[in-house]
């Protein structure tokens, strides 16, 4: 079958790791008879350097007629740096996740039993862990308004605002994969304090009554923080409104120590976008030396949920492991003998192919 891939490589280290991406694609086509065809386009900083826009609206429409997006990471710190700047990158990131209806960030988290002494945790407590985390990507305080300043300048306000539906749609997509797992979903809110996840606990009472196999708790934001660390063993399946789940996954993200081989998926209304979780990584920009598994490991999500393709899915996850085993890694896992992004990526695609 023919598969239509819209790639946004986005900035600093985004294009050497899509390469190798795109590299594991080819293999996995080639292995399993698959056709891709990629199409770029422009997002983030680089966007906005060519066309004024950090996403603009050719990128958009190449991201809705594709079956699925491979993108990079955006970010500069040319932006960074300056608070004044009218246009920044992440907007084109905020206006994706709106435009293509990004309502759910996916992110899994679990250990790999040869890198578990880089976690900043004891053995102990990371032995094991599998987490898969949930956010829901397109509501709450980052969309809500009213959202600005007060005419004399020294008060401004942000609104988180939350319908029905859509604690709906992305509790629901929770109680899915629970499902498939051991059944059981956290959900994540601080209904002591907000009106929101009070409608977040509410709504969500009322999903878990159609799964009647899957135990739901709720738990307070803080203590979930708190847990995280504690005890992260206790965690399967965690949705949670949008800001809570930026902090709290990238919390979780760390578990593992590794923070370069973890992917995500933003499951969306008109096609999903598959990325690694790390960013742009200026400094390592043009370097060949950044982990290219997040985004491998994103290729195999986007395997699995937008082509649905689960061998191709598990032969690129059991390669990466390989390559893990066979301490073929960046230097990020292996400052002695570090390999370079693309032999990296240009390994996992020959075991693809020699699989
Ligand atoms: C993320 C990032 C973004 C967010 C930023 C870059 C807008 O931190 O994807 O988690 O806050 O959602
Ligand atoms: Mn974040």
Not at 176 to 189: L, P
Not at 203 to 208: E, L, N
Not at 230 to 257: C, H, K, Y
Not at 333 to 352: C, F
Request: aromatic share 8%; proline share 4%; with cysteine.
């Amino acid at each position: 079958m023919d598969f239509k891939i819209a790639v946004l490589s986005g900035d600093g280290i985004g294009p050497e790791i899509i390469e190798q991406a795109k590299k594991v694609i080819r293999a996995a086509g080639k292995r399993y008879n698959h056709s891709f065809i990629f199409t770029h386009g422009l997002v983030g900083a680089i966007a906005i350097d060519t066309t004024g826009n950090p996403l603009p609206e050719e990128t958009l429409d190449l991201c809705k007629n594709s079956d699925a997006v491979l993108f990079g990471a955006i970010g500069d710190p040319k932006y960074d740096n300056n608070p004044s700047a009218k246009v920044r990158p992440e907007q084109g990131l905020l206006a994706m996740r709106k435009e293509l209806g990004l309502y759910a960030n996916v992110r899994p988290v679990s250990t790999f039993q040869s890198l578990i002494d880089k976690s900043p945790l004891k053995k102990e407590i990371v032995q094991g862990v599998d987490i898969l985390m949930i956010r829901e990507l397109t509501g709450g305080i980052y969309f809500g308004k009213p959202q600005g300043r007060s005419e004399d300048g020294n008060t401004a306000y942000d609104s988180c605002v939350y319908s029905k539906y859509e604690v709906e749609r992305v509790v629901r997509l929770a109680c899915e994969y629970a499902m498939k797992r051991s059944k059981k979903v956290t959900v994540v809110d601080k209904a002591n304090v907000l009106a929101t996840s009070r409608l977040w606990r509410e709504t969500a009472t009322a999903i878990a009554k159609e799964y009647s196999e899957i135990t739901m708790d709720f738990m307070f934001v803080d203590n979930a923080a708190m847990q995280l660390i504690q005890w992260p063993g206790r965690f399967d399946v965690i949705v949670t409104e949008n800001m809570f789940g930026d902090i709290l996954s990238d919390e979780a993200s760390v578990l593992t120590g590794s923070l370069g081989l973890l992917p995500s998926a933003s499951v969306g209304l008109f096609t999903s976008v598959f990325e690694p979780i790390h960013g742009s990584y200026p400094q390592a920009a043009g370097k060949n030396i950044a982990n290219p598994l997040g985004t491998i490991l994103s290729v195999a999500m986007m395997f699995d949920l937008a082509f649905k393709l689960k061998n191709e899915a598990d032969a690129i996850r059991s390669a990466v492991e390989k390559s893990i085993e066979a301490d073929f890694v960046t230097e990020d896992l292996n400052r002695a003998n570090p390999r370079s992004t693309s032999q990296v990526g240009e390994w996992i695609a020959d075991y693809i192919l020699k699989s």
